[in-house]
């Protein structure tokens, strides 16, 4: 297969010579050709050339410059630089800014055939490396990168992108995780972990030229817990400081350093995060399941589109604040969405997370529900060595026992979730339901016993006996509620009075100082 080549030239004449000279070359293939830096870098982007013939006198941007974030940006991007003088300085300060060959102009058909022919063999073999790094399990040596972007504000990217980080620390103990504050406008990692730090990510991007170790280290605050993290710019001016440019050569120095790299993009597309989307590993879209949300989505993957960052279909979405009571279900919102989703969602648990907020500290939050589905999203992502996971499990649920819960594992969190509220909802109902049956039966019991009141007093009005005004009162009254009554004459017969045991549940179950009387005045009928 052919190898892409992409040319920059200073002029229209040297673009059509080294494109005859390219073009003569068996196994290459020109891309498009160049006139200024500025249109390189969108072809590069575009057009994701394996090899870059860049001209010295390329401009307005600095060769050098634009070497350096090509470089960072695509690490399997073979760059040569084409130079009229060919002195040890050029060489070194070519190789030091990330070019594979410096050339010689105007060059050789022999010299461009071989150095085209070297380069594109280390393109093969660098992108194999690369391909395979992305893939292995532990992750390899150079940091992983991963974005967490939301497709509006106030749908939990902050809350995601600290308890990633966090869970990264805590399930494998010594693997080095930074969290990068890029939310440049509205950023509060700082509030959500309650940390301060003098130096921020705009103070990097001040030198992001020259970034050292030692620069780094300054401007990273460090957890007990091992968390490093980046702030956001404290003050409003210094938000411009922060373009893409910068954003590249920060995030690619610190993956040197880290292992795993989650930066908070908020939910604003602009330059600094449209670069950081472009370079991640992993790109997480979050969104919740309501409409507003839903039409960010498409929002967001299409301007990450058009400045091509990164197309769809190398998008992560995922839906947090899922709950059963949503207009919006999980499988609905899959069918409104411009890819699929996680199988993984994250639930409505504001309840639970407010500990940590209040508290300023992840590890507060003491929910096995809301940390298996975090681990689950991990797993999707792959911000965790899988061949840690069993072993960071079992690590995870002996610091639960440490807090003083119960360490015995559900068998899965939705299910124990879900008995939880069930046997709740079951309680409330059978309640309701006895008394609502309980003042049933003493609303009946009271009827019966007025009843029989009166007609223990008609009978009494006829001048009847004792025993034949027990029988009228109680003749119509049913079995389980005559058995405790009991009729009597009041005041030499002016008033006869039922007393009627309310009973308890049942009909037949009756407590003896729980009685309902009814008392009715005697009229008397003459013969």
Known sequence: ?????????????????????????????????????????????????????????VGPVPVLQVFREIAARRPGTALLLLSEEFTPEVFSAAMDAGARGVLRYPVSHEELESRLTSAGEWVQQMRRHLVSDSNDSDLGSRGRLVTVHGSKGGVGTT????????????????RSVCLVDLNLDTGDVGDFLGIEHRLDVSDLAKVADDLSAQTIGSAVHRKPSGLATVLGPAQIEDIGLVGDRETVLILAALRRQFDLVVVDCGAAVNPASAAA???????????????????????????????????????????????????IQPEAASRLLPAPPLSTTLPEAFTVLQRGLNHQDPAEIQSKVWW????????????????????????????????????????????????????GVIFIVLFLMLLIWQIGLWGISAAYTSHASDE?????????????IEDKALDNVPGWFRDNMTVRLLDGSSAVQVR??????LPGVTVNKLVFTSETPVVREDN
Do not use: C
Request: charged share 25%.
């Open 500 to 505: 009627s045991k309310m009973p308890l549940l």
């Open 159 to 174: 809350t995601l992108a600290v308890h990633l980080a966090h869970d990264s620390v805590t399930r494998v103990p010594g």
């Open 372 to 423: 298996k589905r975090i681990e689950d999203l991990a797993d999707d992502i792959g911000t965790v060595p899988s061949s840690t996971t069993s072993a960071a499990t079992t690590q995870r649920r002996t610091l639960f026992k440490r807090k003083g819960e119960d360490a015995a594992p559900a068998p899965t969190a939705e299910a124990g979730q879900a008995t939880v509220e069930f046997a």
């Open 277 to 327: 989307v472009e370079l991640a590993d992993t790109a997480l879209l979050v969104t919740t399941p309501d409409l507003l949300a839903l039409r960010g989505v498409h929002r967001t993957v299409e301007k990450w589109s058009r400045v091509g960052a990164r197309d769809v279909d190398r998008v992560k979405i995922v839906l947090n604040r899922t709950s059963k009571d949503s207009d």
């Open 456 to 468: 223990a007093a008609r009978e009494a009005g006829i001048g009847a006996s004792l025993s034949q």
């Open 1 to 57: 297969m052919a190898r892409t080549v992409l040319i920059a030239a200073p002029d229209q004449t040297a673009g059509y010579e080294l494109r005859a000279q390219v073009e003569e070359l068996d196994g290459f293939t020109i891309v498009d050709v160049a006139e200024s830096t500025v249109r390189l870098q969108e072809l590069v982007t575009q057009r994701d050339p394996e090899i870059v013939l860049i001209h010295e006198q």
